[in-house]
């Protein structure tokens, strides 16, 4: 690319999500009360997964593990997006903008894998419940965490090393909130269809592969357990249906992004809303609401800290 010819685009300008005021406040409120819940939610069930010696067994392992996580999904977007809402000219840098995707694929991919974990966590308890401490022992637990972040980091490495050295001299807007992988590919000054294929094929293929995956596996064992009629059973219903509830709102917004050809741009500003300020916050709802367990554990957690303040 000349020099002379092209000006060499240094930060990217985002349209936002609305230029109504009363919208705008109306989603700084939402938007920021959420975010709160979010990181609030998702930190007690990490601290009291931490605390509570009852707590510690892969399933909760895993949840712990996937709260750590949804605070990331929190954080990778919403600040950025609140902090915008009443600014006139909302500008990211461009290596800020390469720094929040890498960030998002990695949350993304580690995500994906701990869900299916947790999948197979539910199957060998609900389907070989004998064998289930010797399966899911801590090593296999370690293994599907560390397989997690290597997964999570290669995916996201593979996504940006085809764009980080692309050429962008203009136009420089991004009709988003935040930086997102197919708009900001479609601003590079080179022709970008294999790339454009490249990306729906890494990340749309694979959330629809995994989706699937996933779908078919709780078939298998909400066939297992309707073989059974005791208490046991109800409760393993309870929990697949928090599972899958979780799966549903995880990978839906994905697959749309990612495979839709010709997306609505309001409802792929909706969708990436709900993905990154409500499913945070509906993750640890979901996983606790039906779990008796962990809301005993929860209040303790809450007591213990209300009366060590009170000291």
């Known amino acids: 690319m000349d020099g002379a010819n092209h000006s060499v685009v240094s930060e990217f300008v985002f349209l936002g999500l609305t230029n109504s005021w009363e919208t705008q406040l109306l989603l700084f409120v939402f ?5 709160v819940a979010s990181m609030m939610g998702n930190s007690l069930i990490v601290f009291t997964v931490i605390s509570d010696p009852r707590l ?18 929190s ?3 919403s600040p950025k997006m609140i902090y915008d809402l009443f600014r006139k000219r909302k500008v990211f840098s461009f290596g800020g903008c390469i720094a929040q995707m890498f960030f998002i694929h990695v ?13 197979f966590d539910r199957y060998v308890a609900i389907c070989k419940p004998l064998h ?19 997964i999570g980091f290669i995916h996201s490495m ?43 094929a890494n990340s749309g293929f694979i959330s629809v592969g995994s989706f699937f995956v996933l779908i078919i596996s709780y078939i298998v064992i909400i066939l297992t357990v309707q073989k059974h009629s005791s208490a046991g059973s109800s409760k393993a219903m309870s929990t697949l249906s928090a599972h ?7 990978f839906g917004p994905l697959i749309f ?51 060590s303040r009170k000291i």
């Open 31 to 35: 938007c920021s009360v959420f975010y």
């Open 75 to 77: 954080s990778v977007s």
């Open 158 to 200: 593979v996504q940006l090393a085809f764009v980080v050295n692309l050429p962008f001299c203009g136009p420089n807007v991004l009709d988003s909130f935040y930086c997102d992988l197919p708009r900001f590919i479609k601003l590079a000054c080179t022709d970008t269809n294999r790339l454009e294929f490249m990306v729906t």
């Open 56 to 73: 510690h067994s892969p399933m909760y392992f895993l949840l712990a593990n996937l709260s750590f996580i949804d605070l990331g999904v």
């Open 107 to 119: 949350i993304g991919g580690v995500e994906m894998v701990l869900l299916i974990a947790m999948a």
């Open 244 to 250: 899958i509830t979780v799966v549903v709102l995880f």
């Open 132 to 150: 289930y401490l010797a399966i899911m022992n801590p090593r296999v637990c370690i293994f599907f965490l560390v397989a997690a972040w290597m």
């Open 257 to 307: 992004f990612y495979t839709w050809p010709s997306p609505s741009t309001h409802l792929d500003k909706f969708l990436a809303i709900f993905d990154a300020v409500l499913t945070p916050v509906l993750n640890p709802i979901i996983y606790t609401f039906r779990n008796q367990e962990m809301k005993v554990a929860m209040r303790k957690v809450c007591r213990q800290l209300v009366n």
